[in-house]
């Protein structure tokens, strides 16, 4: 599974630096009544015209093409395996609820031992969207209530398209901090 052994915690997500201004309460304007599936995940697919009012996914959608958004739901009391992405390089995500109980960690294997990660943790901050290495092991564990996570497929997989080309473009384009 360890496709990438990460230096540091840059390598594996950064914070954008705009904040959402519109999709971090969307959820409280729309009722879902069904869920699809996608990748393992109950799903419910944003339209682009609702996405694109993100001013930043706007800009960084016109340099790395964005094929669907979808707000993930994950029941209370879950955790996910610990895996790289199949096919994502790179997602943008945004935690919509549950910022209390719901931790996300990157990991890399211990020097100390093959049976510990050492790990990093996505502090997921309100209203704030991360640059995600999806080809860095990683793993959720979600506690009490719902999970619901904005997040994004870009058209180029990880065979075309890696964490660090669009990292360095954020960084080229202030988005991130360098
Ligand atoms: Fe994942």
Redesign the pocket.
């Known amino acids: 599974m360890l496709k990438q052994i990460v230096e540091n915690i840059d390598g594996c997500f950064k914070e954008i630096l705009f904040k959402s201004t519109f999709l971090k309460d969307y959820l409280n304007t729309i009722s879902i009544d069904s869920w699809g599936w996608i990748n393992g995940w109950n799903a419910y697919l944003v339209d682009k015209d609702i996405w694109i009012k993100e001013q930043v996914l706007s800009k960084i959608n016109l340099r790395f093409p964005i094929k669907y958004a979808a707000i993930l739901k994950t029941n209370p009391n879950r955790c996910?395996e610990w895996?790289?992405?199949d096919d994502?390089g790179a997602t943008i995500n945004l935690l919509l609820a549950n910022h209390s109980h719901s931790k996300c960690y990157f990991g890399r294997m211990s020097s100390e031992s093959w049976d510990q990660y050492e790990i990093f943790e996505c502090p997921y901050e309100k209203e704030t969207f991360y640059l995600f290495n999806?080809q860095v092991p990683?793993t959720v564990i979600n506690l009490q209530n719902h999970r619901y996570l904005f997040s994004i497929e870009f058209e180029s997989l990880a065979d075309k398209l890696k964490y660090s080309d669009i990292k360095n473009w954020c960084e080229d384009n202030n988005l991130v901090k360098k």
């Open positions: 996910y895996h790289v992405d994502r999806t990683h």
